[in-house]
């Protein structure tokens, strides 16, 4: 089992920038995928980003160029760098895992609320 717990969420205004982390245990995520989704008032869950075992990224066209996905495998976590920051990016964000062999993303944290105000 992988826990996964977020942390730096916040209110702040538009145009700044805030640093989301994800904390895994129970296992070394390693060689785990890991992805940041988000979910806004009244709307599905979207993906944000991506980072796989070997460091590759992905990200959603809305986030390119402002937020960058890294991770500290010695530290077991995954970041999220939120730059330029819109009020569209309110939501609650949300860190998974996907295991090697695995096809989705089967472990998740209980999310950080980002409020960006205009």
């Known amino acids: 089992q992988v826990q996964l717990v977020e942390s730096g969420g916040g209110l702040v205004q538009a145009g700044s920038s805030l640093r989301l982390s994800c904390a895994a245990s129970g296992r070394t995520i390693s060689s785990y995928a890991m992805g940041w989704f988000r979910q806004a008032p009244g709307k599905g869950r979207e993906f944000v980003a991506l980072i796989t075992g070997n460091g590759a990224t992905d990200y959603a066209d809305s986030v390119k160029g402002r937020f960058t996905i890294s991770r500290d495998n010695a530290k077991n976590t995954v970041y999220l760098q939120m730059n330029s920051l819109k009020p569209e990016d309110t939501a609650v964000y949300y860190c998974?895992?996907?295991?090697?062999?695995?096809?989705?993303?089967?472990?998740w944290g209980q999310g950080t609320q980002v409020t960006v105000s205009s």
């Open positions: 998974a895992a996907r295991g090697l062999y695995s096809s989705a993303f089967g472990y």
